[in-house]
């Protein structure tokens, strides 16, 4: 059985998709939808379509769409299987922040919020308006979010399944991108598993994500998932996932069910990472940006963490 060491440098935060070893684990990556969602999702930063399409098919699927690659702006790519039963599993995966992509740097900064809408034009409440450009507004691509539903549509009689995941930029992206489907034929068949989210939206936003069939993946003391703050009107939606400073995984429906016993673990998580990796060559300064790597979400959810 494989196992994945914690990993602190600088390399797998900054640059996931220079990684060669993509779907290398076995089945412990490829049993779980959590699993396979958490390798999509570092998969989407590889920049380069034939290595993306190479490291699929050792998944056993085939790339079916893409968009933003070969140049700067947002990043997705939808890659589907067949079921034994003859029905299409499909993945919708977008890429996250990027640091030398400027556009990614913009939508990440952008902090006013703007109200959004499902496909039926109903309101859903306020979001993150940085987040809601890169989707329906990007300055070359235009609505993306219109191209993905079309691609979805057209494969709608062949699917069993749609999961939508990302890290980071990309988890924030999947989550607008599965509140827009709230009136489609398509709800039952979507299912979203987010690694690294910021929060997207206010309350009234955050209540329209359904519980059941959202997973929301935080890694310990991962910085990005407690911004923007809730002092300037964002929440956090869906079901939370809480790894612990070892890989543990702890689940709550709601977040505050959990606030005493994350506050602690995060405090021994920081020391412990201050005498342990803070002083290596190569490794990022601080556990609450190392945490946000997306090789850990991968070791801790495929239950390979060492």
């Known amino acids: 059985m494989y196992k994945i060491a914690y990993d602190a440098t600088r390399k797998s935060l900054y640059n996931p998709g220079d990684a060669v070893n993509f779907f290398q684990f076995g089945s412990a990556v490829t049993g779980s939808d959590a699993a396979l969602c958490a390798e999509m999702a570092r998969l989407a930063y590889v920049k380069d379509l034939a290595r993306l399409q190479d490291y699929l098919a050792r998944a056993g699927y085939e790339l079916h769409w893409s968009v933003g690659y070969e140049e700067n702006g947002t990043q997705l790519f939808i890659a589907k299987t067949k079921l034994d039963s003859g029905k299409l599993k499909i993945i919708v995966s977008f890429r996250g922040t990027e640091p030398d992509d400027p556009s990614d740097l913009v939508a990440d900064a952008l902090l006013v919020k703007t109200t959004w809408f499902d496909v039926a034009g109903n309101p859903l409440g306020e979001v993150h308006k940085g987040f809601a450009n890169a989707l329906i507004n990007d ?140 002083w290596l060559w190569g490794t990022v300064w601080v556990r609450e940006l190392a945490d946000h790597s997306p090789i850990n979400y991968l070791s801790a959810i495929a239950g390979l963490r060492a």
């Open 139 to 278: 300055s070359d691509l235009g609505n993306i979010l219109a191209q993905i539903k079309q691609q979805l549509d057209a494969l709608a009689d062949e699917t069993a399944v749609i999961l939508l995941t990302g890290h980071s930029l990309g988890a924030a992206l999947a989550t607008l991108s599965a509140s827009c489907f709230n009136q489609s034929p398509l709800l039952e068949k979507i299912h979203t598993y987010t690694f690294g989210c910021p929060r997207v939206g206010n309350k009234d936003f955050a209540n329209t994500i359904l519980a059941n069939k959202h997973d929301r993946y935080v890694d310990c003391s991962d910085l990005v998932t407690r911004i923007p703050t809730e002092s300037l009107g964002f929440s956090h939606g869906g079901t939370l996932h809480y790894i612990d400073q070892n890989g543990a995984i702890t689940q709550a429906a709601i977040e505050d069910e959990l606030e005493d016993v994350i506050a602690d673990d995060r405090a021994e998580a920081t020391k412990a990472y201050l005498t342990h990796y803070s």
